[in-house]
């Protein structure tokens, strides 16, 4: 089974870009499950909203993927509540609107798609390697075949989770920090990782954003209101080959620009 996995589709930017792309990439690289995190495909790059998550099933994604933005749109509680297709983080207060993970049935085969928030520099969230074992308890009842989306800041915490979870998933993708890592790999008991998966949207900003805004807030020490850049585009992915037993053979990053 081939799961193709997109990192941040940020902006109307980085949901025309996607649109532009994915099918031909879809048709090029056949994969059997398209995943994105979309915590930043509004318009405006804060969470996402009904017409975002529309064009990216249009464009050929299946399941969408969010972190810490997912509160950032009015309209996201109803999204969450009402479509099976969105993955919250797991790892929010109990009783929040959503799902922490969904199933998909791909090709007769039950796969797991989790989602879970870091809690360095991030915020107030219970512990992710506790909510996993909680989730995966429940999970590995049906399937082996899952999918990880940790939403963390620092490197140290992804990894961490990476190897927490090496043998019990089948890939542990990062995303949030929006910049393509180069340490893709299968860790020695079958689960793929990547640190971050990087970001599709603005190529020359910061994270997305204009990029003269962000080097004024630091020089400046004072807020700024982000907006985002409206130049050249980039599609970041990655590519996980997993075997009949749900555990990654391979792993492909993937990068596209103008
Ligand atoms: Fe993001
Ligand atoms: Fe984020």
Excluded at 9 to 37: C, F, W
Excluded at 204 to 230: H, W, Y
Excluded at 237 to 258: D, H, P, V, Y
Aim: glycine share 10%; proline share 3%; aromatic share 8%.
């Amino acid at each position: 089974m081939k799961v193709l996995f997109i990192g941040d589709i940020t902006g109307q930017s980085g949901v025309t870009y996607v649109r532009e792309v994915l099918p031909s990439l879809i048709a090029s690289l056949k994969p059997d499950l398209v995943i994105a995190n979309g915590e930043n495909a509004a318009i405006n790059g804060r969470g996402i909203t009904e017409q975002a998550v529309e064009h990216l099933y249009d464009s050929g994604i299946e399941i969408v993927t969010l972190g810490n933005h997912v509160w950032d749109q009015k309209e996201t509680q109803q999204l969450l509540e009402g479509d099976e297709r969105i993955v919250r983080p797991a790892n929010m207060y109990p009783g929040a609107p959503g799902r922490g993970y969904v199933f998909c049935d791909v090709n007769g085969q039950k796969v797991a798609i989790i989602n879970v928030i870091g809690r360095t520099y991030m915020g107030l969230y219970d512990c992710p390697f506790r909510i996993m074992d909680e989730i995966l308890e429940e999970i590995h009842k049906c399937t082996s075949f899952c999918i990880v989306d940790f939403h963390a800041e620092v490197t140290s915490e992804k990894l961490a989770m990476g190897y927490y979870l090496d043998g019990k998933v089948s890939a542990v993708i990062g995303t949030h920090t929006h910049v393509q890592t180069a340490d893709d790999r299968v860790l020695p008991h079958g689960t793929a990782y990547l640190t971050d998966v990087g970001m599709t949207g603005p190529r020359n900003g910061v994270l997305g954003v204009k990029k003269d805004l962000i080097i004024q807030r630091f020089i400046t020490q004072r807020p700024v209101r982000f907006e985002l850049d409206q130049g050249a585009r980039q599609f970041n992915a990655i590519l996980i080959t997993l075997n009949n037993k749900g555990q990654a053979i391979s792993t492909e990053r993937i990068f596209i620009a103008e």
